[in-house]
């Protein structure tokens, strides 16, 4: 695993399908929300790139046993029109932590013990005021526990 630094400089703009249950049960709601999102995409206007798809997360999942979100979404722009029980997410520009993952998904939580351990020792610490994305393309293994996956997370952060 890596992690580097990253700075976006512009809005950007995410239409998708909003996933809710107990973090306990996320993943069959996620999954659920990935597949309509994929079948649904033909209703989405001006999709930046169909082989790439986020799962965005807003900062309240940490320590949290309730009812938490994920959105399954495509960036688009610009903004056209939302499909019918959709939602839409606009992200200010920021700096993340970028963290460049390959492994299986069941381990995906160990690339974020990672890139806590790289902020502590990189002056660095979590921004728990904005959204997380975690960015899934052609090298993202869906379906399976995969060791050739490849995904990207990013972590909103400040310097300490």
Known sequence: MRVEIVET????????????AYFSDLGAAV??????????????????????TYGITPPNYKGNNGVVDFYSCYEVDPIESLPHGMVHLHLLPRVYAMTHYKGPASQTGNAYDFTTQWLKDNGYEYDDVAYYLERYDEKT????????????????????
């Open 9 to 20: 400089e512009r809005i950007s703009t995410y239409i998708g399908v909003r996933a809710c």
């Open 31 to 52: 999954g659920r929300a990935f597949d309509e999102l994929i079948s649904r995409s033909d209703e989405i206007k001006n999709i930046r790139n169909t082989n790439v």
């Open 141 to 160: 293994v869906v379906g399976s526990d995969d060791d050739r996956s490849e995904m990207q997370i990013w972590t909103p952060v400040k310097k300490r």
